[in-house]
């Protein structure tokens, strides 16, 4: 899903990518959210602590990248219809959403709503790259002719996200389940769409 | 949304019910989520620390009733139709949600998933009443006739809450805009169920 990064001129080190991704996620898995540091992930690692810091500025964008995604994230292909993009998007958040155990997940919420610089870079940086992606299939869709006007991509981003995030963070539910629960809500939302449900965005 | 308790026989008395509610939102208003404490509710009360613990088995029950809904949330009334009944239940949990700061939200998740005790007291009780209710609006369509067999609370569940659990959580959204998302959610919804695009139960 990310491709290499251009740092001052050079081609970024995928092996160091791979490195603190590693590091990051054992480090979660050992001592969990609250413990972690870039100070053990850069000896996990085996890195320096400024190589992480030119990745990510902080411990929690750090671990957004590594367990949801990074800055880098491309929309899904083209699959030729409005319904195959979004099934294939919702099959990514819930792809992603499973990497991250509710721990980990509150702990960075947690933090990010304690942080108003953090929480500020968090919506100008993550959630853009995932409005923007939804943006692109929603203009291939109205390209194709299967939508007269581009909605809100800020509506069918929550109305994607929302339930698959409630189902993990606070439903505990089945996760045997989430693959059907993807499955239904791009089916929804596709119609919803279709149907003119959906806004288009305010002007 | 609530009505008197019985305790041992005894009406339960509304004027300590409303003396604790008034002081978890002002304490919870003038020091955050982690500060807060039975104690501290107690004394700003003028209760005892017993007459909580009637009520509630901790401080996190307290907090997700006081704030969100008790055990003794009944469905809405009757409108007559189940886009009605459905768009009267979103927009009460709109309401709801937004009693909640995120912060306060986001606290109240992390004491849950880092208890299994209180995880599943959480989920047997104040989620079964928030199925229950769904539950109950589905039966209503069924004998109406505008559904032909009920679809899994579970599912409506996550599809009605998700999307305005996300836009308070993680989506940094304009709270202004939040009635606007909980018609649109209560009418994609709606329109998914009569379509038979939310599966049964399985059995």
Redesign the interface.
């Known amino acids: 899903m990310s491709k290499p990064k251009q740092a001052g001129g050079r081609p970024r080190d995928s092996r160091v990518d791979h490195a603190i991704a590693t590091a990051v996620r054992s480090l979660l898995d050992e001592h969990g959210y609250a413990a972690l540091t870039v100070d053990a992930v850069a000896a996990r690692a085996g890195v320096g602590k400024a190589a992480i810091y030119r990745r990510h500025s902080t411990k929690q964008e750090m671990i957004f990248a590594v367990l949801l995604h990074d800055l880098d994230e491309e929309p899904p292909g083209d699959t030729g219809s409005l319904h195959g993009d979004i099934a294939a998007l919702t099959r990514r958040i819930a792809d992603q959403l499973a990497q991250a155990a509710?721990?980990v997940m509150?702990?960075l919420?947690?933090d990010i709503?304690?942080d108003a610089s953090l929480?500020a870079r968090f919506?100008g940086a993550y959630?853009a790259v995932e409005r923007s992606s939804i943006g692109t299939l929603l203009d291939r869709a109205v390209a194709r002719g299967e939508l007269p006007v581009r909605p809100d991509p800020?509506?069918v981003?929550?109305?994607l996200?929302?339930?698959?995030?409630?189902?993990q963070?606070?439903?505990?539910?089945d996760s045997a389940r989430t693959p059907?629960?993807a499955e239904?809500?791009a089916?929804?939302?596709t119609?919803?769409l279709t149907?003119g449900?959906?806004?288009p965005e305010a002007r």
């Open positions: 509710a721990e509150v702990g919420l947690a709503h304690a929480d919506s959630l800020v509506l981003h929550v109305l996200l929302g339930p698959l995030f409630a189902w963070l606070m439903l505990n539910e059907q629960l239904m809500v089916r929804i939302v119609e919803a149907s449900a959906v806004s």
